[in-house]
DNA sequence: GCGCTTTCTGTAGTTATGCTACTTTTTGAT
DNA sequence: ATCAAAAAGTAGCATAACTACAGAAAGCGC
């Protein structure tokens, strides 16, 4: 993977709002054009965005290297790289102000970079050892609540991709009753944004002591992963505002789409063409008028 | 809002593969190196391009005009814009020879340029007058199967952030009878990618002849939209592999994370407030050990 | 195959852009 | 009020990007 694409060092943005405070009093007038207008100033010439910000050009670079860019080129790369990463780095939060518009962009936007975001975090190793779980087990088993719990359906219902018998218990009692039911062979996949679900966190452990192997989909390293022997973290752009939607889903959703893909690659010829053959037939009985 | 941001016209490495053929010989022996390496390409100098390529500096301005870049600068700006993205669309599709690397990206590149795609075909007054409608709406019901199943019953679950009673029933036979159910003030919204599932289709008919307002959420235009007020229609970019998981549900979830923050929006200070205390007390319980 | 046109590609020269060395101004402390 | 240190600007230079032109290669009718 290109290391260059990722981390937060790159993301520029995210960078000068941060110094801007600390930064010489005309490299502040740079700093406010440039987050103002990014997508100008990376199109700008070092003169335009001089006069843009009124200040001499030398300024410019004094305040290129104070925000950790090698010069004028460097610093409309890093900015070019940091707008398409993180369109939402400037994202403001979403007000009552603001216009229809304004919502779908910053909706898509934020959900799209965390998306992003997830990709560049995922540990490809970890997803290995899960798939080398999942396509072992003799049943597999999806623990989740709220827009976790959509996960957790969502997991259930990949069911033919798997090629296992799957279940997503939707309430705490099912849960634990199942949990109980685990034993060796069969998988627990637990999926808490949090990870500190504590049913989820208990369905977990008592799966793990019965001898089933456990797998956990969450947000951050959290109680949850003590309990697991595979650990998917999945890392969100926190954003704790308002209006933010759960963000969380989407990337869970893609880590479940990798899980089940990869697991089907694992099987046989034939179960490719029952599923080709499901896929049809499912295609047929949708068209039927 | 920032056209040039967004949209596939962005994605520079995706015009410069599917262009490729179709470039003079020494353009492509540019492209070549830019599809290779274009995180060193970024941060080279017109003069470094030309040598790594083993073409002559002008051919590679050239080069920057056949894939339709102003120039050289602009080429290092539009092609740092769409590493970020990172993704040529070259899905290819998923196959049993790829290994794990492979199928993590390109599922989450696939879920991704959809996303983008579905941002840039939305359209902004069909959201508008879905708006109009859930807004006013004094009860709302969410109709879908399958992975469309999995989209209403997170719709349901955005109850709060709606301020108003959301039903998703489970299976046909709930369907017809909540269907059946509505009325003057009430609104039904029907999700299926292929807008063919006649479930679906019935349910809305029915609904809308009792008085209720309807929406489709579909993937294309199709029978469903005959009975729908609203019509929102999501593009995804159809790929019928056998193993590309089904993407079009991220797509209408965001669709869903849109509509009910908007709807939000509209409320009032109060309903604001209880949203905040209901975090916060959802946090709590989490939390707590 | 030959001359002709058309399309490519490279050389050399021009513009203008980004950068640096140095000077002036401002700020702040004694 | 004076001086030192920091900040901002001026002017000039090096280099990068671009353009005009000319030579080479490829297509095409005869």
Redesign the interface.
């Known amino acids: 993977m ?1 290391h ?2 990722n981390g937060l060092d790159d993301n520029l943005l995210e960078t000068v709002l941060r110094q801007k405070d600390e930064l010489r009093k005309s490299d502040r007038r740079v700093a406010e054009v440039v987050l103002a207008a990014p ?1 100008e100033v ?2 700008m010439t070092l003169a335009q965005l001089a006069k843009a910000a009124g200040v001499s050009e030398p300024t410019v670079i004094r305040f290129c290297a104070a925000i950790g860019c090698e010069g004028f ?2 610093l ?3 900015l ?6 993180a ?1 939402t780095t400037s994202h403001t939060a ?1 007000t ?1 102000e ?1 216009d ?2 304004a ?3 910053k ?2 936007d934020y ?2 970079s965390n ?2 975001w ?2 560049s975090k ?1 540990d ?1 190793e970890a ?2 050892a899960a ?1 080398d779980l999942l396509a072992g087990a003799r049943r597999i088993e999806f623990f989740g609540f ?2 976790s719990g ?1 996960v957790a ?2 997991a259930q ?2 069911f033919p ?1 798997f090629g296992t018998p799957c279940g997503a218990p939707a309430d705490a009692h099912q849960m634990y009753m199942t949990a109980e039911m685990l034993g060796d062979g069969d998988v627990a996949v637990g999926v808490s944004n ?1 990870g ?3 049913e989820i966190v208990t369905a977990l452990q008592v799966a793990q002591e019965n001898g089933a192997g456990t797998i956990g989909i969450t947000g951050q390293p959290s109680p949850m992963l003590d309990h697991c022997d595979v650990a998917l973290v999945v890392e969100t752009l926190e954003n704790t505002d ?2 933010t ?2 963000v969380s ?2 990337s869970h ?2 880590v479940i ?2 899980l ?3 697991v ?2 694992r099987r046989d010829e034939a179960h ?1 063409q029952r ?2 053959q499901m ?1 049809a037939r499912l ?1 047929q009985r ?4």
């Open positions: 290109d260059a694409a997508g990376v199109s080129r460097d409309r790369v890093k070019a790289r940091s707008m398409a990463f369109r979403i009552s603001d229809l518009g919502v779908m962009t909706i898509f959900n799209l998306l992003n997830a990709q995922l490809q997803v290995r798939v709220g827009a959509i359906r969502d219902q990949k991709l949090t500190h679900t504590r308002l209006f939607p759960t889903r989407l959703l893609v789409d990798i089940s893909t990869a089907s690659l490719h599923i080709t896929k295609a949708r068209g039927s008028p």
